[in-house]
C-alpha cells in the first residue's frame, strides 16, 4: 500500500517509516524511484544468540563472494526462486573454531542474500552511524506515531460497523475531522480570498 500511495509522486522525496516498511522489496522500490530512506531497519537475527550476523560476514555481490567471521569464503549463488534470493553455503563450519558462535546446522551455515541487500546494507549503516538521519528520523517519527494515537484513541482500534464499505467511510470520515482539528489548531481561519493558516 505504501508503495501504491508514492507511486505517483515525484522522486527525491524522504521516504519515514518504521520496520514495517524495512523489507527488502519495498526498500529497494523506494531506491529505485529516487528516493531518499529514513526507514528504521529491522532487528538483525542471528542463528545463535548473541552470536555472528549477517552483518558479521563480507559479502561481495559484485564478484560473488561471501566470507565469514573466521576467514572462509565460498561462492555466491545465482539468484533464484520467486524472491531472486542467492544462497551461500558454508561447509568447513564443523571444524571451525567460532562455530558456537555461528550457528547449529549440522551441514554449515546457509546465508539468503536478498536481491537488494547492497540498497538495504547501505540503509542500515547509515542508519547506525549518520548523525543527520539520526536527527531527522527523531524529528519526524513521533508526529506520526501521534497520528496513529489520535486516530486509536477512545475505543477506536475495534472496527464499529460490518462490512468494508462502512467502515472505509467511518475510517475516512475520523480522518478527516483529525485533520480538520490539527489545520485549526495551526490557525486555520477564513479570509476574503479564502482559507488560510495563521502564520507563525
Known amino acids: 500500500m505504501a508503495l501504491d500511495l508514492l507511486a505517483d509522486e515525484p522522486d527525491g522525496l524522504q521516504v519515514f517509516g518504521d520496520t514495517a516498511y524495512a523489507s527488502d522489496a519495498a526498500c529497494g522500490a523506494l531506491t ?5 530512506l529514513f526507514i528504521k531497519p529491522a532487528p538483525v537475527k542471528t ?9 558479521d560476514f ?22 533464484s526462486g520467486i524472491h531472486m534470493q542467492r544462497r551461500a553455503a558454508f561447509t568447513e563450519c564443523g571444524t571451525c573454531l567460532l562455530r558456537e558462535r555461528c550457528t547449529t546446522a549440522k551441514a554449515g551455515r546457509v546465508l539468503t542474500i536478498r536481491p537488494n541487500h547492497d540498497q538495504q ?63 485549526i489548531n495551526l490557525g486555520l481561519h477564513r479570509t476574503n480570498e479564502g482559507w488560510a493558516l495563521t502564520q507563525a
Open 32 to 36: 529505485r524511484a529516487g528516493h531518499e
Open 47 to 55: 542463528a545463535v544468540v548473541g552470536g555472528f550476523s549477517l552483518d
Open 58 to 79: 563480507a559479502i561481495d555481490t559484485d564478484a560473488g563472494t561471501v566470507t565469514c567471521p573466521a576467514g572462509h569464503q565460498v561462492v555466491l549463488g545465482e539468484a
Open 121 to 183: 546494507a547501505a540503509t542500515w549503516h547509515r542508519a547506525a552511524t549518520d548523525p543527520d538521519w539520526q536527527a531527522a528520523y527523531r524529528r519526524w517519527r513521533p508526529p506520526v506515531e501521534r497520528v496513529i494515537a489520535w486516530i486509536t484513541s477512545g475505543g477506536n482500534r475495534r472496527l464499529r460497523y460490518l462490512g468494508t464499505i462502512k467502515n472505509d467511510a467511518w475510517l475516512n470520515t475520523r480522518a478527516a475531522a483529525l485533520n480538520l482539528r490539527t489545520l
